[in-house]
């Protein structure tokens, strides 16, 4: 019997159970995918915003200053790469220049630092690639960039060495109501638990009806990126917004903390999983990116993606109980990677408030450190390759990750066991080859470290396969 | 401290070796990062290396085979599975290797020799859902070919370039079935003997001027879709082809691996991509040499080993009779120079700056057309005044062209020289 099962291990499940393994508490967290932060988590602007877009009094205002204020410390603590940048709204008329004033207004209302309202000239002191029309922006220290997919694993990989019980390839099929809590059916048996929290992301409305009268809906809507080649990560210094408009934030260019550019997002309507870009969608984001930073060099481009956001037609994040001892975390869109560990904290709220009992334990460890080689000195890494001498065998080249690195990952508390899973890990295949040539030694590294053939290892997600079988005869071995 | 740092061990890092050894030097390092010697050609287990050099046609891996014979009858010291992180501008070279560990090597010249790499999926921003499935054509034969396994089934192939159509042949030959092979271009990026031997022996479909506007498959590629291009290559909504697939190869262009020498300060072209060098293959960091693929991308291997062995050679000149002491710069002050530009009908060339005083007797030029041509003449032209003229029965982007210039002719030229492309009547 678990006091907690959390249903869904993106970023708002991940900063649930880590905040749950501070407590004398039996919480497990299932996870449908082969690993965690496979959904919205993984693909999205990395972006923790400073806090002036939501409307003030909401939760989403409330819980994104908490939640950015609360990041700075949680990812010096987790080593999660994180850059406080500031961002910019820009504003390319006088028509838009109220909207800045609004948001500046919302801002003070949020407690959002540091918040300065400045012309365009101001503005292009700060970024000199801004376009010659920006006419004013709202300036906002205290925003930052992040890994999404590292956050999100530090937090769970934190939780589960607190004592959380992370169950991959578990989709959840069934809620029933008992005596002392739920019997959650799924793909791998039932489960019995106290309390159920609801973190599915853009399925989260199926999971609420398996347990509560339907109440509302996910409204997926999708945006495409651009991510740009390391020669353009120096393109901005800060986080470049456009005036939002009722479907979103509009479309940023901004650095990350892995070197890079990221551009975009779009917003169109979608189907919960569909994360395919558009030729058009692709099209619109690089046109409307160029009105704020007319520079940006298209040619570098390394990857597009997209993500579905979990829109809901609330305009605020659905956090409360449904049901008895049934916690919808719910309708997480932006900034919702932001508010991620105060969603943890008033997640954790409304379970006392629900009847569990939340007791300290001693020995919660917040702790959380890999060995990154390419940000080492000459001297650290002759010492390091002396003592493990894996860690001279560079596998990815474009982002000088090692062997070492890669085995490491393999023996941390949630192994990959996937390709990508390997790069969210350690950033091999993360490069402008993009895995052409670090992907078949990473397949040789897992088939060998898993002790599976190369034919069973995965790209990414379950039935991803990438090699069919064997060529005919012969024996490289000869 | 060595005489020469070999930044790479595929066959332009050897033939510059090699030619380097012969030159006189004795104190040669290769450095390679992979556990062999021979780098790309080690998978390209097709036939039809060698025609030029060796006067024979050889397999990628024989053809690597006879230069690492040759250097195992020199002196020449090679560190394999180590991989240079760093090259300073006072030719330091930093390297890591499981067995050698870190090391920090001084050098008194360096043949930047790393080859190049693929563009990718990300680079041409096909648009689509992201399963599995999508492969470099270079990626899938070294599956293929060295690791012994098939990335699929039912295979498009977007590009025409030489990789991509070897793989169609390869692919086909291992039992996949290849669909077709797709071209934005309205001509093929590739050898027209590739084009006879690995697409219409085996009646796979060229398809010119289209591209692929779609992905399909949730896990796995399940479809791919094909879209003919107009004039400005944008697709042409209505001819849609729809092929159910479980893999796409791209092979849509190869990038010069260049970022060390970025790192290093030395001046890139951004038309090839890689260091913009002299006659004698150095780069604007004096000592320093770049050659093969990683100064610009060649169709035939055999022109990378002529160019190797002249950059060797001309390392092994520079430490044997190069400046005692601090360096001069590339050019000295009271040396001519001329800078090769690009002319009409013209994408690049190779050297791009030309010191008349240190050819000998011809100076090699290499460049690419960018459009396919019939009955053309090049044309060699200084402050207005055409100086030489070479006729071509056919010339294409596909097809590496290249031109030697007497040193009489070079002596003729003011400050500049530009090559274009005049296609004449018969």
Redesign the interface.
């Known amino acids: 019997m678990y006091d907690v099962l959390i249903i869904g291990c993106g970023i708002t499940g991940a900063a649930t159970a880590f905040e749950l393994s501070k407590y004398r508490l039996k919480v497990g967290v299932l996870e449908r995918e082969n690993d965690v932060a496979l959904g919205t988590t993984k693909a999205n602007s990395a972006i923790l915003h400073a806090g002036y877009d939501p409307e003030p009094g909401t939760l989403m205002a409330r819980l994104n200053v908490r939640g950015v204020e609360l990041a700075q410390e949680l990812c010096a603590k987790l080593d999660v790469p994180y850059r406080g940048c500031g961002s910019l709204v820009l504003a390319f008329s006088e028509e838009e220049r109220p909207t800045l004033e609004e948001l500046y207004r919302r801002g003070m209302e949020n407690g959002v630092p540091g918040l300065a309202l400045l012309t365009g000239d101001e503005a292009r002191a700060l970024e000199p690639n801004l376009s010659e029309t920006v006419a004013a922006a709202l300036y906002a220290p205290s925003a930052a960039i992040c890994s999404p997919w590292e956050y999100c694993l530090a937090l769970a990989e934190t939780a589960v060495n607190n004592g959380v019980e992370l169950r991959l390839n578990t989709a959840v099929t069934g809620l029933e109501q008992t005596s002392e809590g739920w019997t959650v059916r799924t793909s791998r048996g039932e489960f019995q638990a106290r309390f159920v929290v609801n973190a599915a992301g853009v399925d989260a409305a199926l999971v609420h009806d398996m347990a509560a009268p339907h109440a509302f809906d996910i409204k997926p809507s999708r945006g495409q990126y651009y991510l740009l080649d390391k020669s353009e990560g120096d393109r901005v210094g800060r986080v470049i917004f456009q005036c939002p408009s009722k479907v979103g934030k509009g479309v940023l260019v901004a650095p990350t903390v892995h070197g890079n550019l990221i551009v975009g997002p779009d917003a169109a309507p979608s189907e919960a999983h569909d994360t395919a870009t558009t030729g058009d969608g692709l099209r619109f984001v690089r046109e409307t990116a160029q009105r704020s930073v007319p520079s940006v060099n298209f040619r570098e481009s390394i990857r597009n993606f997209a993500g579905v956001r979990a829109n809901t037609a609330a305009g605020d994040f659905i956090l409360e109980q449904s049901a008895p001892r049934f916690m919808d975390l719910a309708g997480i869109c932006s900034p919702g990677l932001s508010a991620a560990p105060a969603i943890g904290e008033y997640a954790a709220e409304l379970l006392e408030q629900a009847g569990l009992a939340l007791e300290k334990k001693d020995g919660f460890v917040c702790e959380r450190r890999r060995i990154r080689f390419k940000e080492l000195t000459a001297e650290e890494r002759a010492a390091l390759v002396e003592k493990e001498p894996a860690f001279g065998r560079v596998i990815c080249r474009c982002e000088t990750v090692t062997e070492g690195e890669i085995l490491e990952a393999l023996h941390s508390p949630i192994p990959p066991c996937s390709v990508d899973g390997v790069k969210r890990r350690v950033n091999a295949g993360m490069g402008r080859c993009q895995g052409g040539f670090c992907g078949p030694r990473v397949v040789d590294i897992l088939a060998r470290e898993l002790k599976l053939s190369p034919g069973d290892i995965v790209q990414d997600q379950a039935g991803s396969w990438l090699l069919d079988r064997q060529t005919k005869g012969g024996n490289r071995d000869v | 401290m060595y005489d020469l740092i070999v930044i790479g061990g595929g066959p332009a890092g050897l033939a510059a070796a090699c030619a380097a050894w012969e030159g006189g030097l004795r104190s040669i390092l290769i450095v390679e990062?992979d556990k062999e010697l021979g780098g790309i050609l080690n998978q390209c287990i097709h036939n039809g290396f060698g025609l030029h050099h060796f006067k024979e046609e050889l397999t990628g891996p024989e053809y690597a085979g006879r230069f690492v014979k040759l250097l195992g009858e020199t002196g020449v010291e090679v560190r394999l599975?180590t991989?240079v992180?760093e090259v300073t501008g006072d030719r330091q070279v930093?390297m890591?290797?499981?067995?050698?560990?870190?090391r920090?090597e001084q050098a008194r010249s360096i043949v930047l020799a790393m080859g190049c790499?693929?563009r990718?999926?990300?680079?041409?921003?096909i648009?689509?859902?992201?399963?599995?499935?999508v492969f470099?054509a270079?990626?899938a034969q070294?599956?293929?070919n060295?690791?012994?396994?098939?990335?699929?089934?039912r295979v498009v192939i977007l590009g025409s370039g030489d990789i991509g159509l070897i793989m169609a042949r390869r692919m086909t030959l291992?039992?996949a079935k290849v669909l077709a092979c797709v071209e934005v271009m309205p001509y093929s990026g590739g050898l027209n003997r590739n084009i006879v031997q690995c697409l219409h022996d085996y009646d796979i479909p060229l398809y010119l001027s289209h591209t692929v506007?779609?992905?399909?498959g949730?896990?796995?590629v399940e479809q791919v879709v094909v879209s003919q291009v107009d004039d400005n290559r944008n697709?042409i909504p209505g001819t849609e082809m729809v092929f159910d697939c479980?893999t796409l190869l791209l092979s849509v262009g190869l990038i010069p691996e260049n970022?060390l020498t970025r790192q290093a300060g030395i001046d890139i072209d951004r038309r090839t991509n890689g260091a913009v060098v002299y006659e004698n293959m150095e780069t604007s960091l004096p000592g320093v040499f770049a050659c093969g693929n990683v100064c610009h991308v060649h169709d035939l291997v055999d022109f990378v080993t002529a160019e190797s062995q002249k950059a060797g050679a001309a390392a092994a000149d520079y430490v044997l009779n190069g400046p005692d002491g601090l360096d001069p710069g590339v050019v000295t002050s009271d040396e001519r120079l001329l800078t090769v530009n690009n002319g009409g009908g013209v994408t690049y060339t190779v050297p791009q700056h030309i010191r008349p005083g240190r050819v000998e007797k011809l100076c090699g030029l290499f460049f690419r057309v960018n459009r396919v041509c019939r009955d053309s003449e090049i044309r060699v032209t200084s402050g207005g005044a055409q100086i030489a003229r070479f006729k071509r029965e056919h010339l294409a982007p596909g097809e590496m062209e290249h031109i030697d210039l007497p040193k009489a002719l070079l002596d003729k030229a003011e400050g500049e020289l530009t090559i274009s492309i005049q296609e004449v009547s018969k």
């Open positions: 990062r599975d991989m992180l930093h890591v290797g499981k067995s050698t560990g870190y920090v790499r693929e990718t999926r990300g680079a041409i921003a648009p689509g859902a992201r399963p599995a499935g470099t270079g990626a070294r599956y293929v060295m690791e012994g396994w098939m990335p699929g089934k291992e039992g506007t779609d992905i399909r949730k896990d796995r697709p479980d970022e």
